[in-house]
């Protein structure tokens, strides 16, 4: 005997639940197996009258007369509240999920009832079944502040978080976030307007480097930096990135303090690292664990990487819509070819970011800021390190083409041929300007809008430093359901 089986995603809210039920009767099944939470009885009528037989996941339903594959929900809880005193914890919350369903009721009936045998005062809110969800719940219940003072965050009754992640912009940063989504076991789906990498990423100097200073709500984050594309590199062997160090110099008589990882260095030691140079300054920064990366290549490498972990991938395919089920939460985007169903949608598109927020009535407080970048053709071996001046950033990327970021390529050339020895026939090649994203206060934006459960934002500038780490983190949000410390002063709702 020979069977077939039909399986449906109903995450995109009630019609395509009754298009699928619909189908399922003209179809003539023997049986369906129902595991969605949010199935009103009326539409399991039209099966049940065929003469198939459903079997629902969940709790009873006292509608219809089908067989159910269940699970103590309020024991669950109750036993979750017994175990967590048990190890001494006090200050007990829960998001609960919609209490319109069984399961979300039922649990937090079981949390009350167990608080109060414990005789510790209920905190909770209630959520939606998405990961977004859960994430901006925990934050309103001040998760995100806790973390700060005691990152032992015990996470025992969140549900799964929803499999079906929609990435929009397979830039560095979305491209990193869907390859850390995908292998950590989602199902994700990664759609773009263009090519990986070919937006803003390829405007991009691509100087990584933790050394120095930092301060602001993302200043921890910035400081993973190189350790992050260490991290990646060894997962995936051959990423082009260049460890080179960098050095860094002004017109100034005295030197800045050191930095972390940073060493003041003299003349000598300069022309050393730099030998071209036609007057070494009589002081540098220099910080060896700098480096610079192929930001179009290193998104290549990680979309091919998501795309082998299983991860779809929708190029040359422009986001026209973000879409809403009729609950209000995410459904998915649209695009010429039609509708990308997901439950949770990460916004990583760059500028574009903005606009696509704005037609949910979401405000993200992103600019596009101009980014030069010219492409020299130099002699082999003319820099060797990431070379920070008050006229340019400059750095070798082949045999015989350096890039540089600065404002005008007039005076770039002119500095570059007066800087360094054998620099006389430096041609410029071409010039481009990009648009950076960048945020009203200059930090990332990463995280869950509260107002639309589902949406995620990750737009930054810094995006190629920052991509490694902020993939890693989002991911770890979005699957494993966890609330990165790291990111808590990157929230949207700080504005």
Known sequence: MSTSSLLADVGAGTPPIEAFLDEAVQRRVDGVVVAAVDVPDRMLEPLLTSGAQVVTVGSPRHGTSTDVVSSDDERIAADAVAYLHSRGHRNLGIISGPVRVAPGSARLDGYRQALRDHGLRPFYLRGVFTSAGGLCGRRSVGVDQAVRVD??????????VSGDLVVVGAGIVGASV??????????????????????????SFAWVGASGVRKG????????????????GAELPGLP??????????????????????????????AALEPALRRPPEWAVWAPGDGAVDSVGVAERLVAAARAHGARVHLDARVTAVRRDAAGRIAGVETAAGLLSGATVVLAAGVATAALGASLGVRVPVEPSPSPLFRLRAPAGLVRTVVNTEDFDLRQVAADRLIAAADSPERTLAAVRSTFHGAGGVELLSTRLGARPMPADGEPIVGPVAEVPGLYLAVMHSAVT??????????????????????????????
């Open 151 to 160: 990152a032992r965050v015990v996470n025992v009754l969140s549900s799964s």
């Open 178 to 203: 869907a390859y850390h989504a995908a292998r950590a076991g989602a199902a994700v789906t990664l759609v773009d307007a263009g090519r990986p990498g070919g937006g803003v990423t390829a405007d």
């Open 217 to 232: 709500p993302a200043a921890g984050l910035r400081a993973t930096a190189t350790a992050e594309y260490h991290r990646l």
């Open 241 to 270: 990135v260049t460890w080179s160090g960098s050095l860094s110099w002004t017109g100034q008589d005295s030197a800045p303090d050191a930095g972390p990882g940073q060493t003041i260095v003299d003349a000598a030691t300069v």
């Open 466 to 495: 920052l991509a490694a780490a902020v993939g890693r983190l989002v991911a770890r949000e979005l699957v494993d359901g966890t609330v990165e410390s790291a990111l808590s002063g990157c929230r949207p709702d700080r504005f």
